[in-house]
């Protein structure tokens, strides 16, 4: 897809609650540097402000559908998070019996939950079950066949949606890409009709819908566009052969990374190793609503990031710097334990210190690394930015979505808290682990 310079223009707009008020970084009225001081560090940080703010406005976008949307809850499953979403009438698409779990906390109504992935236990089917969840996203004919064993060992009828896989590309990083043939989702679209008549025999299967789900962060309409496109005969037929009520369309916006920040005093440095490409809502609403619109069935979406990525930060003090002959090293105190995104995938997280430095200071290129025993213990690489010190705070954007559910304790290391804006105040949502929290549970 070409973007026109307007639109262009339009993408630099990052609406998030991160900004810099007289030189220092806050979260809406909140000082980072104090949260820092409060909760220690490494600590994630969330607006819930941005997360109303992104969900309202993808539900205006969406507003000519009939539709629900279903937050991804594997993006950032802290129940502080899910309260929030489940509070503004948000359905939720779980992976898990655990996610399951949470989101019921939370407050979540199970009939607007959603049950997908490809591995599905006997426990987490039965629980979801019991719980009434809205539809199992099933993904291979001998789940189907297991589910309906379980559900007919209850004697209860356990709706279904067949994930089908549209071989469209998504253009993403091939970890995250899931709608190519080769991908281990869903079941072939030219699979499908078939399967779906196998289900209408089972005893104890409900066929209530369809589902897809092509991929991850991606920064482009057309591939959703396409998918729709594709999926939607198979959409008409089974609502006239089974009366299906729903097509999940999946989840998938890309978000902006690169320039995640903007400084309104100008005083900020841009990155120009690339540009983001992330579109806007109303590109999305632009290409996916007319065609869905035709079909007359209830529209359901699932964004992770694009709720809750930008409305986090993790937060992070400079513990030392290492110069060596070829590199200057800036060694701080999250590791790759707390966010595994740059080192998995490489990706690019904008990194900014929570006091902001002028931008005629002298810039260097360095290696923004953590205390983990890897090379690949890595934020940033050769990375332009004003000096940095020991000590300094500095944040990393972008970090709300596959953050923290990422973390683990490798290296016997702490996960690290979090925190939520909301409202001006700041509250710990998750403590800090401690290292008795490392060993609790193991056998002596
Ligand atoms: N629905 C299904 C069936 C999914 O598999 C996913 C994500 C989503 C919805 C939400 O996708 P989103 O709107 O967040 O793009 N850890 C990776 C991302 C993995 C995504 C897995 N599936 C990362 O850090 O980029």
């Not at 409060?38 to 539709?67: C, E, K, M, Q, V």
Request: hydrophobic share 40%.
């Amino acid at each position: 897809m070409v973007f026109s310079l307007r639109r262009a223009k339009r993408l630099q707009l990052i609406v998030h609650s991160f900004r810099y008020h007289d030189g220092k970084l806050y979260c809406d009225d909140v000082d980072l540097a104090r949260a820092a001081e409060s909760f220690g560090t490494p600590l994630y940080i969330y607006s819930a402000g941005t997360i109303l703010d992104h969900f309202s406005r993808l539900n205006a976008a969406l507003a000519p559908l009939h539709h629900l949307v279903c937050y991804a809850v594997k993006a950032n499953s802290n129940r502080a998070v899910l309260k929030l979403l489940a509070e503004a009438g948000a359905g939720f698409d779980i992976v898990s019996g655990g996610e399951l779990f949470r989101a019921i906390k939370a407050g979540a109504d199970p009939t607007k939950c959603t049950f997908a992935g490809v591995g599905k236990a006997r426990d987490e089917i039965e629980y979801a079950i019991d719980q009434g969840v809205y539809s199992f996203n099933v993904e291979s004919e001998a789940e189907l066949e297991y589910i309906d064993k379980i559900a007919g060992a209850k004697k209860l009828r356990a709706p279904i949606a067949l994930r089908v896989n549209p071989d469209v590309d998504p253009h993403t990083h091939e970890y995250i890409a899931t709608g190519l043939h080769e991908n281990k989702f869903g079941i072939a679209l030219g699979r499908a009709p078939a399967v779906y008549e196998r289900a209408a025999k089972m005893r104890n299967i409900d066929i209530v819908g369809v589902q897809m789900h092509i991929g991850s962060q991606i920064t482009e309409s057309a591939p959703f566009a396409d998918a729709i496109g594709k999926v939607a005969p198979l959409v008409m037929q089974l609502k006239s052969r089974y009366g299906i009520k729903f097509f999940s369309i999946g989840g998938g916006m890309g978000i902006i990374y690169r320039r995640a920040l903007e400084s309104g005093s100008g005083k900020w440095w841009h990155d120009h190793s690339g540009e983001s490409s992330a579109f806007s809502v109303r590109d999305y609403a632009d290409a996916i609503v007319p065609p869905l619109r035709d079909l007359d069935v209830r529209i359901l979406v699932e964004p992770g990031r694009f709720l809750v990525g930008n409305a986090g930060i993790l937060l992070t003090r400079v513990r030392y710097i290492k110069e060596s002959s070829v590199k200057k090293f800036v060694i701080v105190d999250a590791g790759m334990n707390d966010l595994i995104r740059p080192s998995l995938y490489r990706s690019y997280h904008e990194i900014v210190p929570v006091e902001e430095k002028i931008q005629s200071e002298r810039k260097r290129k360095i290696d923004i690394v953590g205390p983990v025993c890897e090379s690949g213990d890595f934020f940033a690489l050769d990375r332009e930015m004003p000096e940095v010190h020991e000590g300094d705070l500095l944040a990393i954007m972008s970090a709300g979505a596959y953050g923290f559910v990422m973390a683990s304790n490798y290296n016997s290391r702490p996960l690290p808290a979090e925190a939520l804006v909301r409202g001006g105040k700041l509250a710990l949502i998750r403590k800090r682990q401690t290292w008795e929290d490392l060993v609790r549970d193991e056998a002596e």
